[in-house]
């Protein structure tokens, strides 16, 4: 059958006018579907890059560890079972050596927001090792956040850090060093598994962030919070992403990512984490929980800890095939420095100018197509 010319171009232009497909994505998180990251941070994010690329990117979102565990992620994400998830480097340290070398240097202090911003750029922009390890494992990875600093919830009534010794606690990346220091016996466990250690009594304490009290239902077992500042570690990386399926993506649709990328910190960092804090801190007092301030005994361990931890991480860092690991945290602690300078003086506590400082100091010198 002859089909003519004008038929030709009738049926080029409707396709042309036609809305473009939809390429639909899959993000695993192995945090609960309650989980504040998720809702407050993850899930807002994924629909505003929906709508930015405008409708050509969808995300859905599978929660529970469905699809994949905290420790199973960045293989699940590798081997495109799913196609983004998020990714502590403690969990898989042979994986993602140099960040977890980030993970495991506590910064001393309760500069919450600082942190933050330090752990973004150096992930970003003082950790080329990163980029090429995520590489490796066929992803690529961007958009990390902190955790305010850690604090021990534990079973029954410890009061003192002689109280703790012996005890078993949970910890990770630094937090190892920190419960060794004091005299505990630290266990690794991962957010799946260490809430129901505690529950039948096979774990004394977590040290960890007070939101967990709610996000990991620590709640309902412990009885005592020790209000003493245990160094703050990260970052988690909220955007651990399948390096085929950010290829498929278009130019447009990958800088759309990056570019809402300080949106999704800061909703991590204010809606998930300070706002929970203070939620799950209530609702441990109203549930009987007793908070107690550590003193100067704790503070004195965190003094020793950043004695030691430059030189421990290095060594550990080297021995794991990081090179020049000293460059990566001497970026670290200088960026932390200067942080803590760009908060005092631009951010204070307001949200929206900490997101303008993470977009103008980290994301606005990032390459979507070079990651």
């Known amino acids: 059958m002859k089909v003519s010319l004008t038929a030709c171009a009738a049926a080029a232009l409707m396709l042309a006018m036609a809305p473009a497909q939809a390429d639909e994505y899959v993000y695993g998180s192995w945090f609960g579907a309650s989980h504040r990251v998720n809702t407050k941070a993850l899930q807002p994010y994924l629909a505003m890059v929906e709508e930015a690329t405008g409708g050509e990117v969808t995300w859905k979102f599978v929660p529970g560890s469905q699809l994949a565990s905290g420790a199973a992620t960045p293989e699940a994400v590798g081997t495109g079972l799913m196609d983004a998830g998020l990714t502590m480097a403690p969990y898989q340290p ?129 009885d005592t919070v020790i209000n003493a500042p245990m160094g703050m570690g990260g970052p988690p990386v909220l955007m651990y992403v399948n390096r085929d399926a950010w290829q498929s993506m278009t130019p447009e649709q990958r800088a759309a990512h990056i570019d809402l990328t300080p949106d999704l910190v800061t909703m991590a960092t204010f809606d998930a984490n300070i706002e929970g804090d203070q939620i799950a801190i209530d609702a441990g007092k109203a549930a009987g929980i007793t908070f107690v301030d550590g003193g100067e005994d704790f503070q004195e361990v965190m003094r020793q800890r950043d004695e030691i931890q430059y030189g421990l991480n290095v060594e550990n860092a080297k021995k794991a095939g990081v090179e020049n690991p000293e460059a990566i945290l001497d970026f670290y602690l200088a960026s932390y420095e200067r942080w803590k300078t760009i908060i005092a003086e631009e951010v204070g506590d307001d949200p929206e100018a900490f997101r303008e400082a993470i977009r103008r100091e980290v994301y606005s010198k990032v390459d979507p197509d070079a990651l």
């Open 94 to 222: 042979r994986m993602l050596p140099a960040t977890n070398l980030i993970f495991s240097h506590s910064l001393i202090g309760d500069d919450f927001l600082a942190s933050v911003g330090a752990m973004n750029e150096t992930l970003m922009l003082g950790c080329p090792q990163c980029k090429d390890e995520f590489n490796r494992n066929d992803a690529v990875g961007f958009g990390g956040y902190g955790t305010s600093p850690y604090l021990f919830m534990c079973r029954g009534e410890p009061r003192t850090m002689a109280d703790l010794q012996g005890l078993k606690i949970r910890g990770s990346g630094g937090g190892v060093s920190i419960i060794e220091l004091l005299g505990g016996t630290p266990v690794s466990m991962t957010g799946n598994e260490f809430p129901t250690a505690m529950e039948r009594g096979t774990l004394d304490c977590v040290l960890g962030s007070v939101q967990w009290l709610n996000s990991f239902g620590l709640k309902d077992m412990t």
